[in-house]
């Protein structure tokens, strides 16, 4: 029997706590050495650590194996978001360990195989983006120096080479603001790497490095001379790039102005299709070693890739791409594999619409599902449930067209009243330069299944749409996004999908940003929540790490000649402007967007006589970790939007918005 209940209110089988399970593993990457796939995975239950992983390809019995003992967190802190924190080849597993900073090694051939440190203990220097010599004399890597009461301009990233026998750390490039994915090529004594300098990112601008290099117990790793850049002064983001195995150099460019794959030809960049397709091949690199395809491991002419989302061959010879057979729809993380019989297997994460992430094994040359690695560890929900995003092309600002996925309530036990249309929540992705799909989601489903609508909203800036939507945000950032979430909402509710009374409006982080300068700025929204959102941007540009201390350079504009700016885009200052009740989730610990940042933002609308609650998490930084914080925040969402929009929640301890009811 259909109940009928108030939307925002219904009981779902999702629960706060089936959604602290571990995500997703990332840094997929095989070995052959060991025949085993390795990831690294967070684990709330235990203080949100980082694990690594271990299932084997060859054996079709047992589960994952976690390596690291209590006391080691597979984690690394360069450019503050982290992953690259590990490699493996040839046997010999090397990871960065967050609990020291120390950079440490697990020889897999072992039986029972223990962390030994290679680093000195030092919490300034980090490291990341691991590529190790197969004879196990190097590992190249990125290090990032810090110092105390240092400034982001003090801070020196590099490209240095730890001895494997000695621990000893070399330098073998610097100069430019940052580095990534140093790749040494398989049989030649080749390599490559990426370099950009402020005030890009490395989705803007990159420079992609190559030629030889030699080693001796000597002198160590040194470049060869020939070393240079292959792109200098093309305005591209080159990333990505990897040797195939006949030492081909591939990498992903967007100078077509989308992100398409390229390899080197006699010096020249070589596009492996006829002609540039008008889609993205890649996604905006925020963590290190990201992995959007891969060189088969039994074929140099072939790639495994993506084709928007979906898994594809691409065969380099005959300059064709092919999607393969199966029921997933969207792949993250691809690595490849030589199985036995000469079989090519394509290791990566996988869902679909309907489907939470598995990691799997795919047999190209069989064209099936090899084996699920790792079965997802979102609990299971009846299809019955299951709301499906929609992609919504929408009008907005200027006479442009931005897009968004919608999800409409779904419950097969409950039903709204009579007449009424359901609440809204706008989601907003991080970044801002990142994006949304409509990927099986049980944060989304989670809401849905309650009674809420959901817009997940790729703004303008976002990603997934090639190198001009990206650059809509251009010193519009502010603007563009508010507009178009603004106008998401609104396209929504004269379609007559949602309450045009019951619009809310939640982000992290860069999305928070969007979130607060949508309730100051414009008066649309009934409600906000940010997560660890910005309120003046003036504290961005002077507060944040390196890796974004320019971001707003190109998003906003020259800071601080152009602070003016700064301040006017800043919901700091136009707080009083805003209508609605607010609530701030934010992390003690958080460098990237600090607490200050949400608390100048809650004291004024306090003083202000405006409805604000804020709940300030002890040991957590940039996104909660920790189990019981993730599950507190999804509960204080629910309740809080049940009292602003008049519905009950029970079973929910909630806690004070002060000023309100507003007087």
Same mark, same amino acid.
């Not at 990457?29 to 060991?34: I, M």
């Not at 001796?216 to 200098?232: A, H, T």
């Not at 990201?290 to 061959?313: E, H, I, S």
């Not at 979102?378 to 907005?396: K, Q, W």
């Given at each position: 029997?259909?109940?009928?209940?108030?939307?925002? =209110?219904?009981?779902?089988?999702?629960?706060?706590? #089936?959604?602290?399970?571990?995500?997703?593993?990332?840094?997929?990457?095989?070995?052959?050495?060991?025949?085993?796939?390795?990831?690294?995975?967070?684990?709330?239950?235990?203080?949100?650590?980082?694990?690594?992983?271990?299932?084997?390809?060859?054996?079709?019995?047992?589960?994952?194996?976690?390596?690291?003992?209590? /006391? @080691?967190?597979?984690?690394?802190?360069?450019?503050?978001?982290?992953?690259?924190?590990?490699?493996?080849?040839?046997?010999?597993?090397?990871? =960065?360990?967050?609990?020291?900073?120390?950079?440490?090694?697990?020889?897999?051939?072992?039986?029972?195989?223990?962390?030994?440190?290679?680093?000195?203990?030092?919490?300034? $220097?980090?490291?990341?983006?691991?590529?190790?010599?197969?004879?196990? !004399?190097?590992?190249?890597?990125?290090?990032?120096?810090?110092?105390?009461?240092?400034?982001?301009?003090? %801070?020196?990233?590099?490209?240095?080479?730890?001895?494997?026998?000695?621990?000893?750390?070399?330098? %073998?490039?610097?100069?430019?603001?940052?580095?990534?994915?140093?790749?040494?090529?398989?049989?030649?004594?080749?390599?490559?790497?990426?370099?950009?300098?402020?005030?890009?990112?490395?989705?803007?601008?990159?420079?992609?490095?190559?030629?030889?290099?030699?080693? =001796?117990?000597?002198?160590?790793?040194?470049?060869?001379?020939?070393?240079?850049?292959?792109?200098? /002064?093309?305005?591209?983001?080159?990333?990505?790039?990897?040797?195939?195995?006949?030492?081909? $150099?591939?990498?992903?460019?967007?100078?077509?102005?989308?992100?398409?794959?390229? !390899?080197?030809?006699?010096?020249?960049?070589?596009? $492996?299709?006829?002609?540039?397709?008008?889609?993205?091949?890649?996604?905006?690199?925020?963590?290190?070693?990201? !992995?959007?395809?891969?060189?088969?491991? *039994?074929?140099?002419?072939?790639?495994?890739?993506?084709?928007?989302?979906?898994?594809?061959?691409?065969?380099?010879?005959?300059?064709?791409?092919?999607?393969?057979?199966?029921?997933?729809?969207?792949?993250?993380?691809?690595?490849?594999?030589?199985?036995?019989?000469?079989?090519?297997?394509?290791?990566?994460?996988?869902?679909?619409?309907?489907?939470?992430?598995?990691?799997?094994?795919?047999?190209? *040359?069989?064209?099936?599902?090899?084996?699920?690695?790792?079965?997802?560890?979102?609990?299971?929900?009846?299809?019955?449930?299951?709301?499906?995003?929609?992609?919504?092309?929408?009008?907005? *600002?200027?006479?442009?067209?931005?897009?968004?996925?919608?999800?409409?309530?779904?419950?097969?036990?409950?039903?709204?009243?009579?007449?009424?249309?359901?609440?809204?929540?706008?989601?907003?992705?991080? /970044?801002?330069?990142?994006?949304?799909?409509?990927?099986?989601?049980?944060?989304?489903?989670?809401?849905?299944?309650?009674?809420?609508?959901?817009?997940?909203?790729?703004?303008?800036?976002?990603?997934? @749409?090639?190198?001009?939507?990206?650059?809509?945000?251009?010193?519009?950032?502010?603007?563009?996004?508010?507009?178009?979430?603004?106008?998401?909402?609104?396209?929504?509710? #004269?379609?007559?999908?949602? #309450?045009?009374?019951?619009?809310?409006?939640? +982000?992290?982080?860069?999305?928070?940003?969007?979130?607060?300068?949508?309730?100051?700025?414009?008066?649309?929204?009934?409600?906000?929540?940010?997560?660890?959102?910005?309120?003046?941007?003036?504290?961005?540009?002077?507060?944040?790490?390196?890796?974004?201390?320019?971001?707003?350079?190109? $998003?906003?504009?020259?800071?601080?000649?152009?602070?003016?700016?700064?301040?006017?885009?800043?919901?700091?200052?136009?707080?009083?402007?805003?209508?609605?009740?607010?609530?701030?989730?934010? +992390?003690?610990?958080?460098?990237?967007?600090?607490?200050?940042?949400?608390?100048?933002?809650?004291?004024?609308?306090?003083?202000?006589?405006?409805?604000?609650?804020?709940?300030?998490?002890?040991?957590?930084?940039?996104?909660?970790?920790?189990?019981?914080?993730?599950?507190?925040?999804?509960?204080?969402?629910?309740?809080?939007?049940?009292?602003?929009?008049?519905?009950?929640?029970?079973?929910?301890?909630?806690?004070?918005?002060?000023?309100?009811?507003?007087?």
């Amino acid at each position: 029997m259909v109940t009928t209940q108030a939307y925002g =209110s219904w009981p779902s089988p999702l629960t706060p706590k #089936d959604l602290t399970s571990a995500k997703a593993g990332r840094d997929v990457t095989v070995d052959a050495a060991t025949a085993s796939a390795y990831w690294v995975q967070v684990v709330p239950a235990e203080d949100g650590r980082g694990q690594v992983f271990q299932r084997s390809l060859a054996q079709q019995d047992g589960e994952p194996r976690a390596l690291l003992p209590l /006391g @080691y967190n597979c984690r690394t802190r360069v450019h503050e978001y982290g992953s690259g924190e590990f490699s493996i080849n040839g046997g010999l597993l090397v990871f =960065s360990n967050d609990t020291d900073g120390a950079v440490y090694t697990l020889d897999m051939r072992q039986e029972s195989p223990e962390p030994v440190r290679l680093t000195p203990v030092n919490r300034l $220097l980090r490291y990341g983006d691991f590529c190790i010599d197969k004879e196990h !004399r190097f590992v190249v890597c990125v290090q990032e120096e810090h110092f105390e009461n240092e400034e982001p301009k003090d %801070v020196i990233n590099r490209l240095v080479v730890i001895q494997l026998d000695s621990g000893k750390v070399k330098t %073998v490039a610097e100069g430019a603001d940052f580095y990534a994915s140093p790749r040494i090529a398989n049989h030649s004594q080749s390599v490559a790497f990426l370099s950009w300098v402020h005030p890009n990112m490395p989705w803007d601008f990159t420079q992609l490095s190559y030629g030889s290099f030699t080693y =001796s117990e000597e002198d160590s790793f040194v470049l060869g001379k020939d070393v240079q850049i292959l792109n200098p /002064g093309v305005d591209e983001s080159v990333i990505q790039p990897e040797f195939g195995v006949d030492d081909t $150099l591939y990498f992903v460019s967007d100078r077509s102005g989308f992100w398409n794959l390229y !390899r080197l030809t006699n010096g020249q960049f070589d596009l $492996l299709l006829e002609a540039p397709l008008e889609q993205d091949f890649a996604a905006s690199p925020w963590g290190l070693n990201m !992995r959007f395809y891969m060189p088969f491991k *039994t074929d140099a002419t072939k790639l495994a890739c993506t084709n928007k989302g979906k898994l594809a061959v691409l065969d380099v010879q005959a300059k064709t791409l092919t999607d393969v057979p199966t029921d997933y729809t969207l792949f993250s993380y691809i690595a490849t594999y030589a199985g036995e019989g000469n079989c090519e297997l394509i290791v990566a994460n996988a869902c679909s619409t309907t489907r939470p992430t598995d990691l799997i094994a795919y047999d190209a *040359t069989q064209k099936a599902v090899f084996r699920v690695l790792k079965p997802t560890s979102d609990p299971s929900l009846d299809p019955a449930y299951i709301s499906i995003g929609e992609e919504v092309a929408f009008p907005t *600002t200027d006479g442009l067209t931005a897009y968004c996925y919608f999800y409409a309530p779904k419950n097969p036990d409950f039903r709204g009243p009579a007449g009424q249309l359901p609440p809204l929540r706008v989601m907003l992705h991080g /970044g801002p330069t990142a994006h949304a799909t409509n990927a099986y989601s049980s944060t989304i489903q989670y809401w849905t299944s309650r009674g809420f609508a959901i817009a997940d909203v790729n703004y303008g800036g976002s990603d997934g @749409y090639g190198r001009e939507y990206r650059n809509r945000l251009i010193r519009k950032w502010g603007i563009v996004d508010v507009d178009d979430c603004c106008n998401a909402a609104l396209y929504l509710a #004269d379609q007559g999908r949602v #309450d045009r009374e019951k619009l809310s409006i939640e +982000g992290g982080s860069a999305g928070g940003y969007t979130t607060l300068a949508a309730i100051a700025f414009r008066d649309v929204f009934k409600a906000g929540i940010s997560l660890y959102g910005i309120s003046d941007m003036n504290l961005l540009a002077a507060e944040t790490h390196k890796f974004e201390s320019r971001y707003t350079d190109r $998003l906003v504009g020259e800071y601080p000649a152009e602070k003016a700016i700064y301040d006017e885009r800043s919901p700091i200052h136009k707080a009083d402007n805003i209508k609605c009740p607010v609530i701030f989730f934010q +992390g003690e610990e958080d460098k990237v967007v600090p607490p200050s940042q949400a608390e100048i933002m809650v004291n004024t609308m306090r003083e202000k006589g405006l409805p604000v609650a804020y709940v300030l998490y002890p040991g957590e930084g940039h996104g909660f970790r920790r189990a019981e914080n993730i599950a507190r925040t999804l509960e204080l969402q629910q309740w809080f939007l049940g009292q602003i929009f008049g519905f009950e929640v029970d079973g929910i301890e909630g806690v004070p918005i002060d000023n309100f009811p507003p007087k």
